[in-house]
């Protein structure tokens, strides 16, 4: 692989940021990254485990000559991040970031965006319910998809070689526009992920349930459930007050689809639950053939359990 940017920082050394490092790593895609993260804590730990090449006590030193810069931190402090580092970018570099929703970070970042620095916000669709400088790995983007999410009037040349670095961490690449992608990514991963909140919550409330019982037998689809529940509190808080319409619009929807389906249970209504099931089942199988997600039994988990 050939190497795409002299120099890299990222701001914020979380499960994105060290998974990109050690992707980038992997395939020699960046001459030197430094990085950034805003607790003493967080800069240690990366020190100790090798996590960048130079970790920096400050974003603007952090910032200084490098050619990208990817803010990899909380959607909800993006534009006050974009702000601290503006003054120091590069001219001619690229600022970019790894922000779950779209809209509302264009929005927050885009006023501090110096002239002559490129802003090309992307998003990689790939994540796991762990966080912090410990849990990145190199293998977190191959085969998954990474969108980006190029502002009015992006610069082609800048966009082709952001393009390439995320193929080169073995992402798919897309392009979509920011309004889109916040409605996708309420269908796929924020109302899911709400859902599961919810279910979790509703479980730990049935007092009918003892924990035992739950713990014990959660392999029937509960536990899928606890481990999306078990994502970072301060990520998807952010996720639902920044990508509020988009949520809120599909949630509406899902409760319309959850009262048809309680009426039809409540009716006895089989054919309508036989069809409708029968329909999510079609999807299940695109996804696999997509090769989104594996066919083994159990999620390829092993049997015990
Ligand atoms: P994470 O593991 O919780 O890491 C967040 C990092 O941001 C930490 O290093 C934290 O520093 C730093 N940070 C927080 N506030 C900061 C501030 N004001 N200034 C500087 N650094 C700050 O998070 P993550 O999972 O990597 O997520 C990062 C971004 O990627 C989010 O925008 C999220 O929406 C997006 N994303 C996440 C996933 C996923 O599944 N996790 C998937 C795709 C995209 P400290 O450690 O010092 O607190």
Redesign the pocket.
Known sequence: MTQVYDRVAF???????SSLFWASKRAGLVGEITG????A???DTAREIGLCDRVCDT?AEAVEGADLVIL????G??G??AAEIAPYLKRGATIS?????KADVIAQVAPHVPEGVHFIPA??????EH???R?GFAELFDNRWTLIVPVENADRVAVARLRALWEGTGALVDEMDAEHHDLVLAVTSHAPHLIAYTMVGVADDLQRVTDEEVIQYSATGFRDFTRIAA??P??WR??FLSNKDATLEILGRFTEELFALQRAIRQGDGDHLHAYFTRTRAIRRGIIEAGQDTDEPNFGRGAKK
Do not use: N, Q
């Not at 701001?11 to 940021?17: D, E, K, Q, S, V």
């Open positions: 701001i914020g050394l979380g499960l994105i940021a950034y993260a805003r607790s804590e967080t800069r974003a990899c931190v909380p959607v402090v993006m006050a991040v970031d790894v922000g779950s929703v998003h990689p669709l790939a994540g796991t966080s912090g400088p849990s994502s970072d301060t990520m952010d996720v």
